[in-house]
């Protein structure tokens, strides 16, 4: 089992909210990335970071942003949610090993934006 | 463009047998190639990975094989239970130098 943990593991929330996704490794990987799926469907990569202070934008355009102030910790917030975000938010990390990268995921926040 | 194509059809086998699934992919040179099991509702968990000038990885009760001239990985579970049941990504690092996933294959073993 990794040590990456998502908190919360399901929110329903109301058009409009601002909402922050937590996600946090044990560790020590420095990439961090964030994922959406929606059931039964691919993961597509919506942010990702090689390290402190560096995000990027993955392939699929998203709404949200994130920060990585801190190692351990990869938060992604959304300002004003809609029920379009509806979806499951899957954060993981990456151990690289000369060229290789494996990844290593959490339990997933599913979100319901009503 | 790139793209990683796996079995679109549910795969339901019976168990004891050995379940085969595919991953193909198109304008990629990856060095390797790596296997995920996903539950329903979970994140995807590594499973194995194999690198370009391997043929065969085993871990157990899996084998992968790695075509690259084939542009194919087949992976498989012999003596297949219930419990191997759940969708199978195979996944590759692409250009932009991030793991790209293919939209995996969801096997059912039978009792």
């Known amino acids: 089992e990794a040590d990456i943990y998502q908190t919360p593991r399901y929110l329903v929330i109301g058009t409009g909210k601002k909402i922050t996704l937590e996600c946090s490794q044990t560790?020590?990987?420095?990439?961090m990335y964030w994922y959406q799926q929606d059931p039964g469907m691919e993961l597509h990569l919506i942010h990702y970071?090689?390290?402190?202070?560096?995000?990027e934008k993955g392939d699929l355009s998203s709404e949200s942003t994130v920060s990585r102030i801190r190692t351990e910790h990869f938060p992604l917030t959304l300002e004003s949610a809609r029920p379009s975000h509806t979806s499951q938010y899957l954060c993981?990390?990456?151990?690289?090993?000369?060229?290789?990268?494996?990844?290593?995921f959490g339990p997933g926040t599913r979100l319901l934006v009503l | 463009s790139q793209k990683i194509e796996q079995n679109s059809e549910a795969l339901n086998i019976q168990e004891g047998k050995t379940a085969t699934l595919t991953c193909n992919y198109t304008n990629y040179s990856p060095a390797y190639l790596q296997w995920y099991r996903q539950d329903p509702g979970r994140g995807p968990v590594f499973l194995l990975l194999?690198?370009?000038?391997?043929k065969e990885k085993r871990k157990e009760r899996l084998k992968v094989t790695f075509d690259t001239t084939l542009k194919q990985s087949l992976f498989h579970i012999t003596a297949s239970q219930p419990a191997d049941s759940a969708t199978y990504l195979c996944?590759?690092?692409?250009?932009?130098?991030?793991?790209?996933f293919g939209s995996g294959t969801q096997l059912t073993v039978l009792p």
């Open positions: 993981a990390s990456s151990l690289v090993a000369g060229s290789q990268e494996t990844q290593y």
């Open positions: 560790m020590g990987h420095d990439k």
């Open positions: 996944a590759l690092l692409g250009s932009a130098r991030q793991l790209t």
């Open positions: 194999i690198r370009e000038n391997e």
């Open positions: 970071s090689y390290g402190v202070n560096s995000t």
